[in-house]
């Protein structure tokens, strides 16, 4: 089944950034634990066929995580209608919701019918709604749809800002700058008057001359 996160058996940019998001929601145990509700937990939030008493590597565990989230990705991509048209950020929040909440939960919300619908903002308002765990609320869970709501929305309009993952920065255009003016000397202000007069002088010089001339 066709999948945006792996291609080949390899993450994509955009599986490895959702490993980055959900990785550091679920936390990191290598030995197996009772989640809050008692399940049999162990790396980021795995709970399938997990036994108490189990126990993996960082390398395992991240290599879970991603085909988790892949598993859960192509669960997901049934329900939805046009899996490929949803931008990134709201697909990676999708995926996220997934495998947080279960695939038969996500599709049966009503976050799948607006998204289904076409109105993305509004499925991505629909995210802080699944805060609670064993009938209550977690703050936890309101801190992670929190973000995956942020995540959501502004990936709506471009590119967003991921955690451990910089976002796309504009190409700065070239500055603008302002023409120099060309430098003009200072002149004394009385230059131009001594300019004048010295000019008069000669001028009144050569007509001496010129009379003086004619009358020899």
């Known amino acids: 089944m066709k999948t945006r996160l792996k291609i080949a058996g390899v993450l994509t940019a955009l599986g490895l950034t959702a ?10 145990r290598l030995t197996a634990y009772r989640d809050i509700v008692g399940v049999p937990t162990v790396c980021y939030g795995e ?3 997990v036994r108490m008493g189990d126990s993996y590597t960082r390398e395992e565990c991240a290599e879970m995580l991603g085909d988790g989230l892949v598993e859960f990705e192509q669960e997901i991509r049934k329900c939805l209608k046009a899996p490929d048209t949803i931008p990134d950020g709201p697909y990676i929040s999708f995926v996220s919701l997934a495998y947080n909440i279960g695939a038969k939960a996500f599709c049966g919300s009503t976050l799948v019918k607006l998204a289904n619908a076409g109105d993305l903002e509004g499925a ?3 995210l ?14 309101v801190n992670r749809r929190a973000e995956e709501m942020r995540i959501c929305l502004e990936g709506l309009d471009g590119p967003v800002s991921l955690p451990g993952v910089a ?18 000397a200072a002149w ?28 020899r």
């Open 19 to 28: 490993v980055g998001v959900v990785g550091p929601f679920e936390g990191l």
């Open 47 to 49: 709970t399938r066929g």
């Open 124 to 126: 991505c308002r629909q």
């Open 128 to 141: 802080p709604r699944w805060n609670r765990a064993g009938g209550r609320v977690v703050k936890g869970l």
């Open 167 to 184: 976002a796309p920065r504009p190409k700065p255009s070239a500055p603008t700058v302002d023409a120099e003016p060309v430098p003009v």
């Open 188 to 215: 004394p202000y009385w230059l131009g008057s001594f300019l004048v007069l010295l000019a008069l002088a000669g001028l009144g010089f050569g007509v001496w001359r010129l009379v003086r001339g004619r009358k």
